[in-house]
């Protein structure tokens, strides 16, 4: 199938609703990038991306509380990447939160505590999209990432002293 | 993260290390508090071997220094590696945190210079 030429891996990471699991989720991660060929920098970008969606759900996706699984899935080829992340928590579209282009401008005392997560994933990530749909919070992203993102540069610096 | 301070010319350097993410943001901001509890109020935040910081990293690095702020204490973060220095730029933190590129530059801006 086209498809699966396109995004030759192709992981699912099943998380609980814990902070404890964002250690899991990364060397999840670090590993697809190890197979498919990323750079270190754009399996932190990537690991950026997914942590500040999943601390989202995990901080307010279940407010009666319990044990609750999120659904990573990444398909992922040397150039580029497709992150889909699921949870049965209560509706929230990540996107309608987030005004942090009004924050940037803020000084220090009037900086408020947060509200940079989706920010975040809106600058590093491409064609992102939410939708409830089936009792589940559906959030997709990808990202193209530049050719020399996709080069080994942990070649070069191991040449160093 | 094991994060353990250093004292230098009544400076607090707090060395960081490895990821400042949701899993270890409160243990990181317990441990700053309770530095600020016992007086200590200059601090260098060293982050040379932090790989990756995230928002909730950043909310750490935010409540010190508008603690220390309030407080006339005083805050200097240095050594910021490259997706630490991209994600402080990208939320606007190199123009409202003091920042210095070495460990020196910060005891420099920070008045404990050698």
Redesign the interface.
């Known amino acids: 199938m086209l498809k699966d030429r396109q995004y030759p891996i192709d992981r699912e990471i099943k998380l609980f609703n814990r ?2 699991e ?2 899991r989720l ?1 060397e999840r991660l670090e590993e697809i990038g190890s197979d498919v060929g990323w750079t270190a ?1 754009a399996v ?2 990537l ?2 991306a997914c ?2 969606l ?2 989202n759900i ?1 901080n307010y996706g279940f407010p009666s509380g319990g044990e609750h699984c999120i659904d990573v899935t990444i398909h992922a080829s040397p150039s580029s990447v497709e992150v889909k992340i699921e949870d049965g928590g209560i509706p929230f579209n990540p996107l309608l939160d987030s005004d942090a282009d009004a ?7 009037d ?1 408020p ?2 509200g ?2 989706i ?2 994933v809106k ?1 590093l990530m491409d064609d992102i999209h939410y939708e409830y749909t089936g009792g589940l919070n559906r959030f997709r992203m990808r990202k193209q990432f530049r050719p020399n993102e996709s080069h080994d540069e942990q070649l070069q610096a191991g040449g160093n002293e | 993260m094991n994060l353990v301070a250093t004292e230098w010319n009544g400076v607090t350097i707090l060395p960081f290390e490895g990821r400042l993410d949701g899993n270890n943001a409160t243990a990181a901001e317990q441990a700053f508090l309770q530095l600020l509890a016992e007086g200590k109020q200059s601090f260098i935040f060293d982050f040379s071997d932090l790989l990756y910081i995230s928002s909730a990293g950043l909310r750490v690095v935010l409540v010190a220094a508008k603690k220390l702020r309030a407080s006339k204490g005083k805050m200097v973060c240095a050594c910021l590696g490259e997706q630490v220095y991209d994600v402080f730029e990208m939320s606007g933190f190199t123009t409202i945190l003091e920042i210095a590129a070495t460990r020196e530059e910060a005891l420099e801006k920070i008045g404990a210079g050698a």
Not at chain 1, 103 to 109: D, G, H, I, R, V
């Open positions: 902070m404890d964002l250690e990364n920098r932190l970008d690991s950026l942590e500040e999943v601390v995990v924050l940037l401008a803020l000084e220090l005392e900086r505590i947060g940079l997560g920010f975040f600058r």
